[in-house]
């Protein structure tokens, strides 16, 4: 039972450099999304994707890119790191049906720091 | 837009004490409205959910109702463990069900 499976779990960076976050799920689950989590500051969400071949932007999604690979899988890149996006990052998924009713499963976090 | 405001944290308790924290929402529409909780270490798990007015959420002794008037949804145990400790976040759902917005986090730690 993976549920939602996050890699890496841990990543520094430096500035400029880029790096890609990998999410898979293996719930069958039409929708993935990612989040950012800021402390005081809950989460943001960044990007998500509402059925495999779409994908929609967040509340902050500038400096991301993602690419929904397949139905399973959902990953988020920083082309040019800065130090603001030093955060830790959570994947999600859901059902179909929308949220109104469901729920969002989320991985362990990927802890990103930006030098 | 949507946004939802909770009380700041941290909330320290003594086990078995009543526990409340609070949740007011803006929203157009008619939202659902969630309980999320994150366990050290850990992602969010869903706690509870209400998806309209006056209905009243439960789970694991932990129990919040929608209250369209006041447009809150403040979260409540009557009595608490330790095992409870953790960050509590409250959410609400977009009229298309497309996303959650959640509020900044309260974390409960409770004292044996």
């Known amino acids: 039972n993976a549920g939602v499976t996050q890699t890496p779990k841990?990543?520094?960076?430096?500035?400029?450099?880029?790096?890609?976050?990998?999410?898979?799920?293996?719930?069958?689950?039409?929708?993935?999304?990612?989040?950012?989590?800021?402390?005081?500051?809950?989460?943001?969400?960044?990007?998500?994707?509402?059925?495999?071949?779409?994908?929609?932007?967040?509340e902050v999604p500038n400096g991301?890119?993602?690419?929904?690979?397949?139905?399973?899988?959902f990953s988020l890149r920083l082309e040019s790191a800065a130090p603001s996006q030093t955060s830790v990052y959570f994947c999600?998924?859901?059902?179909?049906?929308?949220?109104?009713?469901?729920?969002?499963?989320?991985?362990?976090?990927?802890?990103?720091?930006?030098? | 837009g949507n946004s939802v405001?909770?009380?700041?944290?941290?909330?320290t308790l003594s086990e078995e004490a009543f526990l409340t924290i609070n949740c007011t929402y803006t929203a157009t529409g008619y939202p659902s409205l969630f309980w999320y909780v994150q366990y050290p270490g850990e992602g969010l798990q869903l706690?509870?959910?209400?998806?309209?007015?006056?209905?009243?959420?439960?789970n694991k002794g932990f129990e919040a109702t929608y209250r369209k008037e006041t447009t809150s949804f403040h979260l409540e145990k009557g009595s608490v463990q330790v095992s409870d400790s953790a960050v509590y976040?409250?959410?609400?759902s977009?009229?298309?069900g497309n996303m959650l917005t959640f509020g900044g986090g309260t974390r409960l730690m409770v004292k044996p």
């Open chain 1, 64 to 73: 991301y890119n993602v690419s929904r690979l397949n139905k399973r899988e």
């Open chain 1, 92 to 115: 999600a998924s859901s059902a179909a049906g929308g949220l109104n009713t469901g729920e969002l499963f989320f991985g362990e976090g990927s802890r990103l720091t930006v030098l």
């Open chain 1, 10 to 58: 841990f990543q520094v960076l430096k500035t400029g450099q880029s790096m890609t976050l990998q999410c898979a799920q293996d719930m069958n689950h039409n929708s993935m999304y990612w989040y950012r989590q800021d402390p005081g500051m809950g989460l943001r969400l960044i990007y998500y994707s509402a059925s495999e071949g779409t994908t929609d932007k967040g």
């Open chain 2, 47 to 58: 706690l509870l959910k209400a998806t309209k007015a006056d209905d009243k959420g439960s």
């Open chain 2, 94 to 96: 977009d009229n298309a």
């Open chain 2, 89 to 92: 976040f409250c959410a609400l």
């Open chain 2, 5 to 11: 405001t909770q009380m700041e944290g941290p909330v």
